[in-house]
Structures are given as structure tokens and as C-alpha cells.
């Protein structure tokens, strides 16, 4: 099953991905070719938007680019993979898609990283920021923990003898 977020963010690219260019066809009319223009569209920033909307930021901002292609067209890969056991299709035209390799950051002078994080935690402490701030802040330092992960974090996952924590749900496992 899929985190709430996660189903949100799927929704979020079919409506903004999917639907404005495969939106007019038939599951069973959807082609190889129809994906990789899909693909390329969206690597293309076609389907890029910032429009007004109800959300709490009042802006959805769409974005396009080789990231978002490739999460998009894995969505549809899925998709098309449940229209197949269902029957409604013989085979998934978008599997075996050769998609865009994604971007991994590098990250250069951890050391030195670290050390100006915590001058910068040292001076916010004595400017008077927000201790929860700060210490929200050392914790994704000093765990690795995604914003998410932190914010829902419950005191029944952490284990203070060992002094870490086991998350229930986290986006990179156990």
C-alpha cells in the first residue's frame, strides 16, 4: 500500500503528466510511441505550470525535466501493468522503456560541510532562533532522516539504549 503523500503525488502527475497528453486515448489505443512522446514531453517541460490554486502555498508550480519524466512514465508503467492483469490490455507498451538516468548529487567537503552547518546552529543559538528550529535541524544532520520522516517521528521509534531510532514507515526501508 501507498503512503497517503505518495498516492497524492501520483494524482498530482496524472493530472498534470498523464491526462494533457494521453488523456484522449483509450488504455488499449496507447502505443510505444505514445509513451516515449509522453516521455519526451514532459523532459521537455510541456506540461510545466504555475498556476493559482487552493493548495496551502496558493501555487501549484508543475515542473518538467528528465526527473519528473522518469517517475511519471514509471507511474504509467504501473498503470498499464494493472490494465494487463485486469485484461483490459495484452501487454504493457511502456515496459522496457529506456528511461532518463537519474541526476544523484555528489556531495564534496563533507567535513568541511559539517563544520560550517554547526557554526551556523552555534549562531543561530546565540541570535535566540528557535531551539525546535535547531534542533530539528540536528537531527537531519545527525540521522539522515527525510523532513517527513522527522516531523512524524513518535517517541515509541526511538530506542534510547541503542540511541537510534526504527521507523515504521520510511521511504528508504526499514
Not at 502555498?57 to 517517475?71: E, F
Not at 560541510?113 to 543559538?125: D, F, I, M, N, Q
Not at 531551539?131 to 527525510?146: C, D, E, P, S, Y
Request: aromatic share 4%.
Amino acid at each position: 500500500p501507498k503512503a497517503a503523500s505518495t498516492i497524492a503525488t501520483d494524482r498530482g502527475r496524472i493530472q498534470s503528466h498523464i491526462i494533457p497528453i494521453l488523456g484522449s486515448k483509450l488504455v488499449k489505443d496507447i502505443s510505444r510511441e505514445d509513451v516515449k512522446a509522453l516521455l519526451n514531453a514532459i523532459t521537455a517541460g510541456k506540461t510545466a505550470k504555475n498556476v493559482k490554486s487552493e493548495n496551502l502555498r496558493g501555487r501549484t508550480i508543475v515542473t518538467g525535466g528528465s526527473g519528473t519524466a522518469k517517475r511519471t512514465v514509471g507511474l504509467l508503467q504501473g498503470m498499464l501493468t494493472f490494465a494487463v492483469e485486469e485484461g483490459l490490455l495484452d501487454r504493457n507498451p511502456a515496459l522496457g522503456m529506456r528511461l532518463p538516468a537519474d541526476n544523484r548529487r555528489r556531495v564534496r567537503n563533507v567535513e568541511e560541510s559539517y563544520a560550517a552547518l554547526g557554526r551556523a546552529l552555534k549562531l543561530a543559538e546565540q541570535n535566540g532562533e528557535h531551539w525546535q528550529a535547531i534542533a530539528l535541524m540536528k537531527l537531519f544532520a545527525f540521522t539522515g532522516m527525510r523532513r517527513r520522516e522527522a516531523i512524524e517521528l513518535e517517541w515509541s521509534s526511538v530506542d534510547e539504549l541503542r540511541q537510534g531510532n526504527d521507523l515504521e514507515r520510511s521511504k528508504t526501508g526499514a
